[in-house]
């Protein structure tokens, strides 16, 4: 019989009340509420080593070290290198034969009084999983999503006592610990977008896919970003200020990933803002959940294709996003140079059907205004009419609303006629320009 998670006041009053898991708590910018919650429950003598907050940052940097940004993974691996090291040399002659060392440490912004920053940090926890052993280190970037700072500050200190249990106490081991780092807080609270496994705990375990595809099915991440090394990276350092092209996929789909038609909407972007600065990115999307995802797909499969798009040394962002516009949303966080969406025409065919918005209270019209926000353009793929009547096909989608000449040999942009009002909605959108041909050379 399962039985129900533990609070955070029973997770923190696990690790006080055992006397061989002892630390050092660390904190910058978003008060000190992880280490608030040891005290709280009671017996903190068992468990707490040390609490600081270097907030100053002259302090700081003499502390730690000059950082170019101190909300950064490279300010909260300073921390951790110090803290951990200081506790170490300081009390392992003295305990270190039956105490598990850990250091645990963030660096955070929450909202400012005028609440205009971006609210996200960097958490990291060092600990031992035997006494004497070598240390394990868990690195995680966070977005704090709530509308003010006490509230974020209250969810930063319930995802740090998560995070320290399931290192010590999760029954199954701190890798699928992790699984629990959401536990007492409410969906749209945080987020974790990055997570980072390494030491001796994690050997023949760690996987970047895998720990991504985790934090997307338990709804701790809207999406994880993954670099040509296949490493996780935060969304937010890599997509600022940047002009984006993005490929949706499935498992519906091939893995490979598709550089021809990358290349054809970089010419087109290039030719329409000749005045970017940096070349864009260009990223193909994993949804696990979009509409164009295989009925019954388990995560066996969506494994497999994620790997597979991550070994082709290209950037590969995985969603739980259902559909387009809601990447539109997503991107929009960190970025308001030109998106650029590129999809074959059966795709964008599908924007057009009302089947795919039933969970959006505005429908097809509303899903139609977020997509193309501002700067927001659709390059349209042709493709052959027996693919396209067969991928229309695939997903149950009725023959009668869309069209195409019977002597076609592909399908493009300009070709297709839709009934009734869709048949409007689809001229406007090529008139207005959100919607152009892509040419592959």
């Not at 696990?288 to 040394?313: C, F, P, T, Y």
């Not at 096909?393 to 300009?414: I, R, Y």
Request: charged residues 25%; hydrophobic residues 40%.
């Amino acid at each position: 019989m399962s039985t129900a998670p533990l609070d955070t006041h029973q997770k923190a009053l696990a690790i006080n009340i055992d006397d061989r898991i002892y630390g050092t708590f660390a904190e910058i910018g978003a008060a000190q509420e992880v280490a608030r919650w040891y005290f709280r429950v009671g017996g903190a003598a068992g468990s707490v080593a040390k609490t600081m907050s270097a907030y100053d940052m002259l302090v700081s940097d003499e502390i730690y070290g000059k950082s170019s940004r101190y909300v950064s993974r490279e300010r909260v691996e300073a921390m951790l290198d110090k803290e951990y090291s200081l506790l170490i040399r300081r009390l392992s002659e003295t305990r270190g034969q039956d105490t598990r060392f850990f250091a645990f440490c963030n660096t955070v912004a929450a909202r400012n009084f005028s609440g205009t920053n971006e609210c996200h940090g960097w958490v990291g926890l060092r600990f031992q999983t035997e006494p004497g052993g070598k240390p394990n280190t868990i690195i995680l970037h966070i977005n704090m999503l709530d509308d003010n700072a006490l509230a974020q500050q209250e969810a930063v200190g319930v995802l740090g006592v998560n995070l320290i249990h399931a290192a010590f106490k999760a029954p199954e081991g701190p890798v699928h610990g992790l699984d629990g780092l959401g536990d007492s807080l409410t969906e749209g609270r945080i987020e974790v977008d990055v997570a980072d496994l390494t030491g001796p705990a994690f050997d023949n375990v760690v996987d970047p896919a895998k720990i991504g595809m985790a934090m997307i099915r338990n709804g701790l991440a809207q999406a994880v970003l993954f670099d040509r090394n296949g490493r996780q990276v935060a969304p937010s350092a890599v997509v600022r200020k940047r002009a984006i092209i993005i490929k949706r996929t499935s498992t519906r789909y091939s893995s490979v990933i598709d550089s021809e038609t990358f290349a054809a909407a970089e010419k087109l972007l290039q030719e329409e803002v000749p005045e970017l600065e940096k070349s864009p990115l260009k990223v193909t999307e994993f949804s696990i959940s979009s509409v164009h995802a295989a009925m019954g797909s388990d995560e066996d499969k969506n494994l497999k294709h994620l790997r597979e798009l991550i070994a082709q040394d290209e950037w590969v962002i995985l969603t739980r996003l259902r559909q387009s516009y809601k990447l539109t949303d997503y991107l929009r966080r960190y970025s308001r140079f030109p998106l650029r969406f590129v999809m074959g025409i059966s795709t964008f065919a599908m924007l057009l059907s009302e089947k795919f918005y039933v969970d959006s209270a505005g429908g097809i019209l509303e899903a139609t205004g977020r997509l193309y926000a501002d700067a927001v353009r659709v390059y349209v793929q042709p493709m052959s009419c027996q693919d396209f009547r067969s991928h229309l096909a695939s997903v149950e989608l009725a023959p009668d609303w869309v069209s195409v000449p019977e002597d076609c040999s592909n399908v493009t942009l300009h070709n297709i006629e839709f009934s009734g009002p869709t048949r409007l909605l689809h001229l406007y959108l090529i008139e207005s320009g959100w919607v152009e041909q892509l040419k592959l050379d």
